[in-house]
């Protein structure tokens, strides 16, 4: 039975760029954009309905509710979406708010079609795509460790599937490393999660490191 493609949807002000990402992603046979928004009240006819993209790429700057916001409803209803800041905006609040509202990655609009669909993908596998400048914001505040990091309540395995995470490792790559399942390792990342109060891989991974926890 052939994998069904990843469902996809963009909320971007701007036409002309939402046209064009999404005419991008639809020559890819894995990938569909299924649906484009200017912003989140053209959404919320399909959100009534109960119907959810895997994965979206969000604006921050948007008419109405801003791409932050969005990102919190939009869990609050269906967890299992993945999202991906796409916005031009390298404010440091702005960022890491987005990581704590749940965004797996961040992209600046600079990024060329090659890495906004490696991006994608790299959500997709269960990692964390971040344009080159936000990556070494987030290492560059997070330099300093937390006074104490003793009561994190990690375990050895939990530790060594993140420092692999800040290393880049994909979760395949994880499993093949620790020979744990990949299903063992979404559970200790779901773990992760939990005892460190985020949501995605980048927010572990920052989090971690502000708690001197990898280095």
Not at 80 to 99: C, G, K, L, Y
Request: charged share 20%.
């Amino acid at each position: 039975m052939t994998e069904q493609p990843v469902k996809i949807w963009i909320v971007e002000d701007h036409r002309p760029l939402r046209e064009q990402v999404a005419k991008m992603i639809n020559l890819s046979s894995d990938l569909c954009c299924e649906e484009t928004f200017s912003c989140y009240d053209e959404m919320l006819p399909l959100l009534r309905s109960k119907q959810f993209p895997d994965l979206m790429l969000v604006d921050i700057q948007l008419p109405g509710i801003n791409g932050i916001e969005i990102i919190k409803n939009i869990r609050a209803m269906y967890p299992a979406t993945q999202f991906i800041v796409f916005t031009i905006s390298e404010n440091r609040t702005t960022v890491f708010n987005a990581i704590c509202a749940g965004a797996s990655g961040y992209l600046l609009k600079d990024a060329s079609f090659d890495e906004i669909l490696r991006g994608i993908r790299l959500v997709i596998d269960g990692g964390s795509p971040l344009s080159g400048p936000i990556a070494a914001m987030i290492l560059d505040a997070y330099k300093q460790p937390a006074p104490s990091s003793i009561d994190s309540g990690l375990t050895e395995h939990e530790l060594d599937i993140l420092n692999y995470l800040a290393a880049g490792v994909m979760k395949k790559e994880i499993s093949s490393k620790t020979s744990l399942s990949v299903s063992s390792v979404d559970y200790y990342l779901r773990s992760i999660y939990k005892k460190l109060q985020v949501h995605s891989q980048a927010g572990a991974v920052a989090e971690a490191f502000r708690k001197g926890l990898i280095s």
